[in-house]
């Protein structure tokens, strides 16, 4: 398979080089040239999750891996559970926080390190993963690619604006994980990594790449999960499920797009988002207008120029289009507060602030179609913000606990791309 630019003024490209630069040359993001209608119905509902990634992400890779190294990408990236957790025979919770790091990032993060350290390693200077992070995205990918040979990792996290835990997870690592705490907001760290692309000078001195959702070693491996989810769904209660996503960069949504756009029986895509109102805003005004990020009780969704826009426009040709696709509500943090309460004091279900995102949206807007909500972390990474409203502490799992008794290794920097230590790299595995 071949891969394209959105803006289609560069050429085409295999899977390995796509995501080897993981932006396109003109600025654009790569998107693949079709997508194989897998029969998904066709797949026993109990087909496990790891043989499901190797029959349904085969067909991009084909060309370019054998078979055998591909096989053994997926077995080594995704040797968690991934449990569809059925409330009723209506409603289902997709519970993708059973990774190293309890967020759902840990699926590309993992994938995307196992497809460097293979093809990135071949020549002679280390590949340089750029990251920038509200939170989640940073702490998977360090761990992901913590003391890999050939790769050092630049996490960029907007000081002050992640909790305790998440911190940990993006500076508990040293060697060749540098963790720097930008002054500024996520859209500034994300706009700092744009401009290291733009510098041809910094592309080609370091082998520049990115582990945020702009690369599509990062979001083609979450079709998966949501191919898996909805495939379960549909064998158990024969209906295509609204499908509710805790959204920010639009990475998860749009691969729930692409899973759909594959044969997998999901019904309506809704983005639930938090106080960031960008996308909501743009389907009823029908024109695109990134914002800045504000601060929410849901960080590792504030974001006010989601990245894959740009793809998911592409996918439907114009906002308009889009709008007829896609459905968005934008929850505020009192409702994120209520959310977590009622779940835990109703159900005795404790959720993190994104999830209760999607389930406010459920109960509000959903209540009494089949329906799916997607679970994008564990609770435990926002202690903070859940243990005050349910009144007592959150059980830490044994990951976590081990990863915050770790030295934290961080730099304080303003937002410029002179402030990253692009020439200290001497890294050897040991
Ligand atoms: C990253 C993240 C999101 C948002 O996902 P996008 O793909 O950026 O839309 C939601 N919840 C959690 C916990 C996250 O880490």
Not at 27 to 41: A, D, E, K, Q, R
Not at 261 to 289: C, F
Not at 359 to 371: I, L, Q
């Amino acid at each position: 398979m071949k891969f394209y630019s959105t803006r289609k003024s560069c050429e085409e490209v295999n899977s390995i080089q796509a995501v080897l630069a993981g932006l396109a040359p003109d600025g654009g993001l790569y998107i693949p040239s079709n997508f194989p209608n897998t029969s998904f119905i066709g797949l026993a509902p109990e087909t496990p999750f790891v043989e499901r990634a190797k029959e349904i992400l085969w067909p991009f890779f084909s060309a370019d891996l054998d078979r055998g190294s591909f096989n053994s990408i997926c077995e080594k990236s995704f040797d968690f559970p991934v449990p569809l957790r059925f409330r009723n025979q209506q409603e289902a919770v997709l519970e993708l926080f059973n990774g190293p790091t309890l967020a759902f990032k840990d699926f590309g993060a993992r994938f995307l390190a196992e497809f460097l350290e293979r093809f990135g390693e071949t020549q002679e200077k280390p590949v340089t993963v750029l990251v920038a992070t509200s939170g989640d995205t940073g702490g998977a990918v360090a761990a992901a690619f913590f003391n890999r040979p050939g790769i050092r990792v630049f996490v960029l996290f907007p000081k002050g604006r992640v909790s305790d835990r998440q911190r940990a997870q993006l500076t508990c690592w040293g060697k060749n994980v540098f963790s720097y705490a930008v002054n500024g907001t996520f859209d500034d760290c994300q706009k700092l990594v744009k401009a290291a692309f733009s510098e041809v000078s910094i592309c080609a001195a370091h082998r520049l790449t990115t582990a945020n959702s702009i690369n599509l070693g990062r979001v083609l491996p979450q079709i998966v999960y949501h191919s898996h989810a909805a495939s379960i769904f549909y064998h158990k209660t024969g209906e295509k499920p609204v499908y509710i996503v805790p959204t920010g960069n639009l990475g998860n949504t749009l691969a729930a797009f692409w899973a759909k756009e594959m044969g997998a029986p999901i019904g309506k895509i809704v983005a639930a988002v938090n106080e960031n109102r960008a996308i909501p805003d743009a389907l009823i005004s029908r024109k695109w207008t990134p914002r800045h990020a504000i601060q929410t009780l849901a960080n590792a969704m504030d974001v006010g120029n989601p990245s894959n826009m740009e793809r998911l426009i592409h996918l439907f040709g114009n906002i308009e289009s889009l709008s007829q696709k896609i459905q968005a509500f934008s929850v505020s943090d009192s409702s994120i507060q209520e959310t977590i309460r009622n779940s835990f004091f109703g159900k005795g279900e404790i959720l993190c602030p994104h999830t209760a995102v999607a389930e406010y949206v459920r109960t509000k807007y959903f209540a009494n179609d089949p329906a799916i909500i997607v679970s994008t972390a564990s609770p435990a990474k926002f202690e903070t913000i859940v243990e005050p409203l349910i009144g007592k502490p959150v059980e830490i799992p044994p990951k976590l606990l081990e990863l915050l008794s770790k030295p934290l290794h961080e730099k304080v920097i303003d937002p410029d791309l002179s402030n990253l230590d692009w020439d200290d790299f001497i890294f050897t595995k040991n």
